[in-house]
């Protein structure tokens, strides 16, 4: 259920679990961390001053305008403070501009706005033809879209949580991953598939889950995440603009971090910028181990950094992958020639995943360089447990700092 | 045979008065039958299950606003339809609910600690299906529809005494799995009544979205009968729901009863739905109140005395208070639980994680 819901955040009563998360947790009190860096820029650029301009017409700062209700976008300049939420909001809103073709279509997106609203105030604009509230059926919303692809559409399908998405999932591996290839390449499918992913909302059963590998075990889907507000509306801009399909995880519990979005509309940057959907992002340069992560946890990573260099005086380079298939892993192993020691973590279980297939590479392409084998922080191999127990299988800042001592240990 | 087709079924009107056999035409008087043996005493106990289970639920969404519950799905305005066809049951039967029937679950015999530990992120279920003749809550919606029919084809292969009843809402009713249980329930005469709740609402989505027919029509292509019935009404869907039942256990295969019914509160305590529904709507069905119709009737024939009420309201108080108080004293599980019952036998992945985990925790406490 929905907990859809969710807007009301975790459940009271899920204590930090050491004293070194509580510390933590009041330096992310404390104020914004620092984007990205210029390592990340001199790549491709998503997180910090970007040479964008200010090309948005105004039609569309107007309509921007009428859907935030904040008038937030500043005289000449199209940065704004936004949450990961609203600027997946902005993002979509320009996708919906730039092509009329694009529709969106879902449970709950149309008058509700989805049930974390990122879909807020489109059928508004867009009106019911091309913001369409679903009959409830999952296998449904993305079959459909597929033959509305067929049909020269560029659906943009909401999947209302991450563990909904199987009653679809024929519909993606066998249907919408396979066309193009059995067609010869006559067949384009531009469909994009929205899905809330992974825990530390309190949430009920099911809506906490983290089923990345499933997607990225299948040819011809992209699969890919955000993890902070600039990345949010650059990357569903490209992935709807996306000839192939592409399945968009949205980090639930990050939805409500805000960050400086560089909000000018996708036709609008360079080039660059247009295509740069499978690129991995260094977030934080280190020198003395590398971490890697994506969505949800490059936060946590970010944080366990911050803890390291304070109170073990260690340098932690943080790469955010965003691209999940297609692997982008040239930053990785460039990152691990230097440092030696590469710990993968994500939110899923460890069995034949996302780190299992980052391990084996890095070790195929960075062998000599290794000081430690990569280690792994990961969901454990359990269903996800009851929401308070989620604080014990989600990794935390304390067991990514313990898998970088044991790095150090070998 | 496909019964009332058109009608509602209805044997107590909205305001308070039952419909007699005489004035019933049709299929009601049919359905009067299987309620003719209710006793006035078991009306009285058809409404202290519906004043306890409305105390509990807002119970619910008093603990979730506190903090204590991470979400609560409201059964306001559903009371009739879950106490009238939970009590239809019998201790044969099993039942196979989807996220809203705390009501059933109540009539089940299941201890209500048990929902709200759900809610409360205490635990994934925590009741024994087979004990009660009830299995766990079903969050993927429709899910729960195959699972009853291929119980209900065990009992067929069984030669088993019980009937199955399988919960759905009105939005579950477009999921592909509904409708493949309706096709295999069909073709395999699955001793199985497939009960929906239309309570009008998918969370922001109005029945209309997910059909141009009632969901009881819907039966008709798969070839068995349906029936429709006011699901306000606690003893037209006590008798509808033993109808469907006794045509289940007399190998006549499935049957659809549509409750027509009304969900009173947001879809979840997480839930805004000024954003979508019209007020006058809710207005309408507030006056539609299944409590009040029996209060009513019960009150006209002397049945119900004030004093009555207010040992019934006091009961459910009482019953409330117990549960809030085991509630709030609910320990959160042992943080190793995470890597119980997995699976049958013992994994060793799972065993590996234990152990390190257990480590790890050792060293920083
Ligand atoms: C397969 C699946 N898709 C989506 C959801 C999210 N969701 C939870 S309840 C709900 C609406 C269900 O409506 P209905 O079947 O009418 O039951 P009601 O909530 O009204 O009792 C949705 C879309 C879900 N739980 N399962
Ligand atoms: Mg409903």
């Known amino acids: 259920m929905t907990t859809s819901e969710m807007a009301t955040g ?6 930090a679990n050491t004293a070194r998360q509580a510390a933590v947790d009041t330096a992310v009190d404390a104020g914004p961390r620092p984007a990205g860096t210029a390592a990340s820029l001199g790549r491709e650029g998503t997180g910090g001053g970007t040479a964008a301009g200010n090309g948005a017409a105004p039609g569309r700062r107007a309509a921007a305008a009428v859907v935030d209700g904040s008038g937030t976008a500043g005289e000449g300049s199209a940065r704004r403070t936004l949450t990961l939420a609203k600027a997946l909001n902005t993002g979509l809103l320009a996708a919906m501009q730039a092509d009329p073709k694009t529709v969106i279509m879902g449970e709950d997106v149309g008058k509700l706005g989805g049930v974390f609203r990122i879909t807020d105030g489109l059928q508004e604009l867009f009106g019911e033809e091309r913001v369409i509230d679903t009959p409830l059926a999952e296998s449904a919303i993305v079959g459909t879209a597929i033959g509305l692809a067929m049909r020269g559409f560029r659906p943009v399908c909401e999947i209302q949580f991450d563990g909904f998405v199987y009653p679809a999932f024929d519909q993606i591996v066998s249907q919408l991953a396979k066309m193009h290839y059995r067609s010869a390449g006559r067949v384009r499918l531009p469909v994009t598939i929205r899905i809330p992913y992974g825990g530390g909302i309190g949430a009920v059963e099911h809506h906490s889950e983290s089923p990345e590998a499933y997607f990225c075990h299948t040819a011809g889907l992209r699969v890919v995440t955000c993890s902070n507000p600039a990345d949010a509306h650059l990357m569903i801009q490209q992935a709807v603009a996306s000839d192939d399909p592409v399945i968009f995880l949205e980090p639930k519990r990050r939805y409500w971090e805000k960050g400086e979005v560089d909000t000018t509309p996708l036709a609008d940057l360079p080039a660059d910028l247009r295509t740069g959907l499978h690129s991995a992002r260094v977030v934080r340069p280190g020198e003395d181990a590398t971490v890697v992560a994506y969505g949800p946890m490059v936060r946590t990573c970010l944080d366990a950094a911050e803890v390291a260099a304070a109170e073990d005086g260690r340098s932690l380079e943080v790469i955010d992958l965003r691209s999940l298939s297609p692997l982008d892993l040239d930053p990785v192993i460039e990152s691990t020639r230097r440092t030696g020691r590469l710990v993968a973590v994500h939110e899923a279980p460890s069995n ?3 780190s299992s297939e980052i391990a084996a590479r890095v070790t195929e392409q ?3 360089h290794l000081e430690a084998p990569v280690l792994r922080v990961t969901g454990f191999d359990t269903p996800y447990p ?7 299988y989600l990794p935390d800042v304390d067991r990514i700092l313990d898998a970088v001592d044991r790095s150090f240990g070998y | 045979m496909f019964a009332g087709v058109t009608e509602l079924v ?12 005489a004035s019933a035409s049709g299929p009601e008087a049919e359905y009067q039958a299987h309620v003719a043996d209710v006793t006035d005493d078991e009306l009285v106990g058809l409404l202290r299950d519906m004043t306890i289970v409305r105390r509990l639920d807002d119970e619910g969404t008093a603990l979730q606003r506190q903090g204590e519950l991470s979400l609560w799905a409201s059964l306001r305005g559903q009371e009739a339809a879950q106490i009238g066809s939970g009590r239809a049951l019998g201790p044969d039967d099993m039942a196979f609910p989807s996220y809203r029937e705390h009501g059933v679950a109540w009539c089940r015999g299941v ?3 048990n929902v709200f530990g759900l809610f409360r992120g205490s635990s994934l279920g925590g009741w024994d299906p087979q004990e009660h003749g009830f299995a766990l809550y079903a969050i993927v919606v429709g899910s729960q529809t195959l699972h009853a029919t291929g119980y209900a084809m065990g009992v067929t292969r069984d030669h088993g005494e019980g009937a199955v009843i399988s919960y759905f809402g009105d939005g579950a009713s477009s999921e592909g799995d509904v409708s493949e249980a309706f096709g295999w329930a069909s073709v395999f005469s699955a001793p199985l009544v497939f ?4 309570n009008q609402w998918a969370i922001s989505e109005p029945y209309r979205r997910q059909s141009r027919v009632p969901v009881y029509q819907r039966a008709r ?28 256990r007399a190998g006549a295969g499935p049957v659809l009863v549509e409750a027509l019914t009304y969900r009173i509160n947001p879809h979840t305590t997480a839930d805004d739905p000024s954003r979508y529904r019209p007020a006058d709507e809710l207005s309408t069905w507030r006056r539609r109140d299944p409590l009040d119709r029996l209060r009513t009737y019960l009150r006209a024939r002397d049945v119900l005395t004030d004093e009555l009420e207010s040992s019934i309201a006091a009961e459910a108080d009482a019953v409330a208070a117990d549960l809030r108080a085991r509630c709030l004293a609910l320990p959160d599980p042992p943080e190793d639980s995470v890597f119980d019952h997995v699976q049958v036998t013992e994994n060793s992945l799972v065993a590996t994680e234990r152990a390190a985990y257990t480590d790890l925790r050792g060293a920083l406490l």
Do not use: K
Request: overall charge negative; hydrophobic content about 40%.
């Open chain 1, 10 to 15: 975790p459940a009271a009563g899920a204590p």
């Open chain 1, 352 to 354: 034949v995943s996302l």
């Open chain 1, 366 to 368: 960075a062998f000599y």
């Open chain 1, 386 to 392: 009851p929401a308070r127990l989620e604080d014990h």
């Open chain 2, 10 to 21: 209805q044997l107590l009107t909205p305001d308070g008065r039952r419909t007699t056999a």
């Open chain 2, 111 to 113: 201890d209500p600690l």
């Open chain 2, 195 to 198: 009960f929906c709740q239309n």
């Open chain 2, 221 to 248: 292509g798969f070839g068995f009968p349906s029936v429709r019935v006011d699901g306000n009404d606690v003893l037209a869907t006590l008798a509808v729901t033993r109808w469907a039942l006794q045509q289940a």
